[in-house]
C-alpha cells in the first residue's frame, strides 16, 4: 500500500431482498454521495502526486 492509498472501509452487507423500494432508493442515494466524494478525492490526489512529480522529478 502506498502512501496515498487508505484501506476500503465497507459498512456490514444487507440483504438487498429485506429493504424496502424507499430504503433502496436512499442507499441509491446515499452510495451516489459516496461515489461523488471518492471521484472528488482521486482528482485531489492525482493533482498532488503531478505536483510531486514535477517537482522531484524534473528532466
Known sequence: ????????RTALKRSLDDMS???????IETLKGEISACEAMIV???????AAEAAFFKS
Open 1 to 8: 500500500m502506498t502512501f496515498d492509498e487508505e484501506p476500503i
Open 21 to 27: 423500494i424507499q430504503d433502496l432508493k436512499e442507499r
Open 44 to 50: 485531489k490526489k492525482e493533482a498532488t502526486r503531478k
